[in-house]
């Protein structure tokens, strides 16, 4: 493939462009779109070939109210408040929680940080920005100009295809930009209506304002940006000949560059995974799953993703389902007993914190899919109600004894379990223990007591030490705590 630029030095990367309105966030049925044009981005990078994402974001685009509920999940005040802003561009108005400098803005930033944290980096095109500063110019005052005479060559070309509006006006009046009618353009001036302000008006060409109408904005940032490839939805390619009219609007018109087209097929979730997907799938996993059969529609439910998690392996021979059921009772209490470990090498923290990650990820597609949570608990109340004095005692020896040979060096071994179950072999009063250390510890399930003796973190197993001494303390222990006591006052 050349890589050079026309003057034959350097190199032009291979521009693939996404698209989308930041009027609010949504959930993983936005994502398709990002993820699959990285997703060339990187099979570009792949074969040698230097290839940047885009994302330009529709912010002239006005707001609707179905996209208001969603942006402000559906918060009745804000809903009221910002009612008088549907029509007007995005860029134009306020933030609804006051931290941006517009609400466009804020729903930029935040797709922004959905998309980082699947690793996907692309270089955000404000699309209203471009418009101010000049740079769709010369492909609006083409349009102008050559108004009628465009709209006869589309409906010539293009199936029947008769645009009344070829650009969209924003009324200088009500600022709105989904309510005009253009009626006319005509040596240098254009006249619309405005449906909201109830009003025929008339400007000159030169100080209109407002965008191309989709499919010709379309074709204006192809030759704009000059994409190479961009991802386009079913949906919009089902809307008959909407990249035909681009086409053709770009190669008669606006310079004729046409990329290459990426489509991608509808995704449909269950409600009840909306929002859960980003939670509880790693962000590998959740791109893979997206892309899967891409020219295809989705349909997202419960037991498809299940079903998909059984089989996509997170190492050679483990599939993620795998994971959270054989190893996640583990490495849930584990990782955080290893944090009171000192790390011995910067790798070591990568490695914990991909481990931490991984294990986070696990937990809450595990309370998701199988209603199970594994992590450290703290003890109630109620778990030592009518517990016999032996079995608190010898609960009280068993977490001193494997505190003891954990302080020795021992770790997580097999040779430390082994010592803790002779431990309790030795011990009548034993079969007692088991369930009530797991009352104690909240582990209904997973792992088993001598593990759990094993892994649990010290200054955990500390505590619960603490608080069965204080159960299990002799009168004459008692004695000695005041005498301590009365011995610290004297000091004082
Ligand atoms: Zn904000
Ligand atoms: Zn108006």
Known sequence: MNQSAPNGFGFTPHIVATGFTTA????????????????VVRTMLKRGRVSVLYLINDTYDPLNERQLRVGVNKDPALIEKFKPFCGRPISEIPDPYGCHDSYALHFTEALLGRLHSLDIHPVVLDSYQAYQSGLYAPFVAQTLEGYAAIQERLAANCQQYTPRNLFRVQCPECRCIDAT???GVEAGWVAFHCERCGKDMRQVTGAVRGKLAWKLDCAARWNLYQIDTETFSKTHFADLGTLNISKFVSQEIFGGKIPAIVKYGDLRLSRELSGRLLEALPPRMLKALLTTRLRRDLDLTRDYVENFCRKYTIRPGVSYVDYVRQELPRKALALESELERPRQTSSDGHRESAENELVAFGNRFSAFFYNKRYD?????????DGIEPATLTTARDAIRHALHLRDGGMHDSEALKLQIKNFFADRPSAPGVYPFLRKVFGQTDGPNITSLLAILPRNYLNTVHLVLSALTRTPREDHETVAFDRGEEKAA
């Open 24 to 39: 609010f966030l949504g959930d993983e049925r936005t994502l398709r779109e990002f993820v699959a044009g990285d997703l």
């Open 181 to 183: 009618d253009i009626r």
């Open 376 to 384: 450290v608990r703290f003890p109630v109340a109620e778990a030592f």
